[in-house]
């Protein structure tokens, strides 16, 4: 009686709900999920300074239902894990299900699309940057011909200022008239 281990703290489970879009429950729902990636080295009691300094490694993210067959899986791990390698600790895992969750908004959501496809990380996204999104999303089946011409159409629609490239802000006006972008931009649990 009263020897029951919490997983975390009150404090903790109110300050993950108050910076992610997921009530008590989720959090704990997706803790087991991180717990079942390594089952044998991730702590049960997270109490202390563990969701931020225990990592998982990529290899064992990625081999998640919801990832494996994303082909942008180690692109969204880098951006989301503190190392910038995909090694996850409980607090970098919880952010990015959080931002792919069906109740982040779309403005969070095209910011973290952005840092994906934003391969060379300069802050804009180059023809560079074009060619390696493409590449993934049809999994290397163009020509390289048919790849410039994909970009080159790209940036002649959306580059509104004509510097070859585009910015955040040239994305977050594509994004926001593509409708299926909230639908497929989500990680369902």
Do not use: W
Not at 120 to 126: A, Q
């Amino acid at each position: 009686m009263g020897n029951k281990q919490s997983t975390f703290t009150e404090e903790q489970l109110d300050a993950y709900q108050d910076c992610t879009f997921f009530t008590r429950k989720e959090i704990l729902r997706i803790y087991k999920r991180f717990f079942d990636l390594q089952p044998a080295i991730v702590p049960r009691s997270m109490t202390g300074n563990q969701p931020h300094t225990f990592k998982v490694l990529f290899e064992d993210v990625e081999k998640m239902v919801e990832l494996k067959e994303n082909p942008f899986r180690r692109r969204i791990c880098e951006v989301f894990s503190e190392d910038g390698r995909g090694n996850m600790t409980f607090d970098d895992f919880l952010d990015m299900l959080s931002v792919f969750s069906e109740t982040a908004p779309r403005d969070i959501k095209s910011v973290y699309a952005f840092r994906i496809y934003d391969f060379d990380g300069d802050n804009f996204l180059g023809k560079q940057d074009l060619e390696r999104t493409l590449a993934c999303l049809t999994r290397n089946e163009l020509t390289e011909e048919e790849v410039g011409m994909v970009c080159e159409k790209v940036l002649e629609e959306a580059d509104l200022d004509d510097d070859g490239q585009l910015s955040y802000m040239e994305f977050e006006h594509i994004v926001s008239r593509a409708p299926d972008f909230l639908s497929t931009f989500h990680i369902r649990l």
